[in-house]
């Protein structure tokens, strides 16, 4: 069944990456609602590499912060609710109960190169679920990548197998503060059916 347009326009068209945020709150319970969502979208043997943690406390924020870029300190300050999409590179060791069909777990045995291409490239999948389920559920998106890793994973990830992907606030962006949307590419400018 094909989706109406409405959702569509929800989803994509009308949907825009924001910098600036209403001061509203976003409950926990929404996101819990969020990764009820976003959970169901395909990863490669289901492995869930993805790991996540809402930075929505003024101390968690003041450990946020510093590692940012200078433009995206303001965005994570306002933002009521920011996600650190992490990648767990030991993923394979849930393979046995994630993807029980296979002996999964043995294909990343001694292939670091592997789980770790495996993790990036999953957890940035669930990190696009996430966007979407959230613009689902009426938040608004600001993902930026403009941060020192080693100090986010030092401030977050620390004594843990997991590593940061990306940052993405969630809130209620404000639509004044938008600049005009940038354009994007036709189908012919960067696709090709053979």
């Known amino acids: 069944m094909k989706l109406d347009n409405a959702t569509f326009d929800q989803l994509f068209r009308n949907a825009r990456s924001h910098n600036e945020w209403l001061d509203q709150p976003v409950p ?3 996101l819990t609602e969020l990764h009820e969502l976003m959970k169901w979208g395909p990863t490669s043997a289901n492995c869930w590499p ?7 406390s003024a101390a968690a924020k003041a450990r946020l912060i510093p590692a940012l870029m200078e433009g995206n300190r303001a965005k994570v300050q306002a933002a009521p609710a920011t996600a ?44 696009a679920y996430l966007m979407l389920a959230a613009r689902g559920l009426g938040l608004d998106c600001g993902p930026m990548s ?12 620390a004594g843990t197998s997991i ?32």
């Open 28 to 30: 926990d319970a929404l």
């Open 50 to 56: 993805l790991r996540v943690v809402y930075v929505k």
């Open 84 to 127: 650190i999409l992490g990648m767990d590179m030991d993923f394979p060791d849930w393979l046995p109960q994630r993807f029980p069909h296979a002996d999964a777990k043995s294909w990343f045995a001694g292939n670091a190169e592997l789980t770790r291409a495996t993790a990036f490239r999953n957890s940035s999948l669930q990190g």
């Open 146 to 157: 403009g941060f020192d890793a080693a100090q986010v994973n030092a401030a977050f990830f």
């Open 163 to 194: 590593e940061v992907n990306f940052i993405c606030s969630l809130g209620y962006g404000d639509a004044s503060k938008l600049y005009p949307r940038s354009p994007r590419p036709d189908f012919a400018e960067v696709c090709k059916i053979v």
